[in-house]
């Protein structure tokens, strides 16, 4: 967050790169499957992990309904209790939302900070802007997180020494602090706007070429994927969320030249305020004519990745666009799930097989590549290069017969 400002001397929960071990916790609800939750664990270990810190142990406990209070249950939380006094743990992390008032109680009762998976990405969201506008919208998505959890998160109201709870100034001193999170809120949306209206700008100044824009679940390799096909040093990393801030770059097929652009990954469980503030990153895929999205087909998980982008696109009102499902990673794919004594005969038939149902799972083109390795990138850009002509060929035919 910016420094400009000050309420009290915390800011929040962060997490000091690779210095913090953590725990990290879960419930399985009434409505879950126990797969399904040590899936989200996992994911929340990546985050963890993305993050700095270093998850040293798990713990998940079924429940009809997080208690109210605690989140967990009497017992869970005297257990996490115990091993963190006995581990040294700085930190647990939760993989659902705490109220503000079930975050002062754990604090008070582990004496340890306690952030939860919002809280998280929150952190690695702040860590990863680079532009102004990245910057201004993690800020944002801070400032709204933030503001109804003062009571408990602000040092200068004198916290006793073992626990976290309002002492000594009073309510007056809480809402002089509320007001500021609100100027300062209302400050940012007003520079989020005259910075969108800069990119409205820049978009219509870049001329007449189609744009293709890479979506995807975070970590899918569409950051990879861009350099290959644009050859040029987009940030790419085996970590969530490399990339938060809209890239565009020019690509030339066969001498036909149109614009891609790599936006933020998404993820479950994605916190309101981020989405809020990122929509209008995500301006560049409602402008898009062409729609390249990226799937980790090694992932176990592969298909909620899928269901996560697509719910996202339909809340952009981009669904209809013409999109071809990339199905990345086939390389991690073979190591994962094909036996060695398969010859090659029998895993083209359950690649085929396998490119067919997604087909007609998802009414959609559909193609296997490895970004990382090279493979079959020459049939994408042929299928991208059909999609661009494609789009030339309807606006603007005058300008398609020169290729």
């Known amino acids: 967050m910016s420094d400009n400002w000050k309420v009290g001397k915390h800011k929040g929960p962060s997490i000091q790169k690779g210095v913090e071990k953590a725990v990290i916790i879960g419930v399985i609800k009434r409505e879950q499957k126990e797969e399904q939750v040590i899936e989200f664990l996992d994911e929340l270990e990546f985050l ?38 006995q581990n040294d743990i700085a930190m647990a992390i939760f993989d659902d939302d705490l109220s503000p008032s079930q975050t002062n109680v754990l604090e008070k009762e582990w004496t340890i900070k306690i952030i939860d998976r919002s809280s998280l990405i929150l952190d690695i969201f702040a860590s990863r802007a680079q532009t102004a506008q990245s910057r201004t919208q993690v800020e944002l998505a801070q400032m709204q997180y933030l ?4 009571r408990g998160l602000w040092t200068h109201l004198e916290r006793q020494k073992g626990g976290i709870g309002m002492r000594g100034p009073g309510e007056m001193e809480i809402e002089t602090d509320r007001r500021i999170v609100r100027d300062k809120i209302a400050l940012l949306k007003k520079k989020l706007i005259k910075i969108d209206q800069q990119n409205t700008t820049q978009r219509k100044n870049r001329g007449q070429q189609i744009r293709v824009s890479l979506v995807g679940y975070t970590n899918a390799g569409k950051s990879t994927l861009m350099n290959v096909l644009s050859k040029s040093e987009v940030f790419a990393e085996n970590k969530l969320f490399a990339t938060l801030d809209t890239t565009v770059r020019k690509v030339v097929l066969d001498r036909m030249p149109f614009l891609m652009s790599d936006t933020v990954g998404f993820i479950r469980k994605l916190p309101h305020h981020l989405i809020e503030s990122f929509k ?8 898009s004519d062409i729609l390249l999205h990226v799937v980790d087909i090694s992932h176990v998980a592969y298909e909620d990745h899928i269901s996560t982008v697509n719910k996202t696109l339909l809340s952009l009102e981009v669904g209809e666009k013409p999109t071809l499902l990339v199905f990345n990673k086939m390389d991690a794919y073979r190591e994962r799930y094909f036996d060695s004594y398969l010859d090659q005969t029998v895993k083209d038939e359950i690649l085929s097989e396998l490119a067919e149902n997604l087909k007609n799972n998802y009414n959609a083109d559909v193609i296997f590549i490895s970004a990382a390795t090279g493979e079959n990138m020459n049939a994408l850009r042929s299928r991208l290069k059909a999609l661009v002509a494609k789009e030339y060929d309807v606006r603007y035919p005058y300008i398609s017969k020169h290729w």
């Open 48 to 85: 963890a992990k993305t993050a700095g810190a270093k998850t040293m142990k798990r713990f998940m406990q079924k429940l009809d309904h997080p208690n109210k209070k605690t989140f967990v249950g009497k017992g869970k939380m005297e257990e996490i209790g115990e091993y963190i006094e």
């Open 147 to 150: 503001l109804p959890r003062l």
């Open 280 to 287: 209008s990153t995500l301006d560049e895929v409602r402008e």
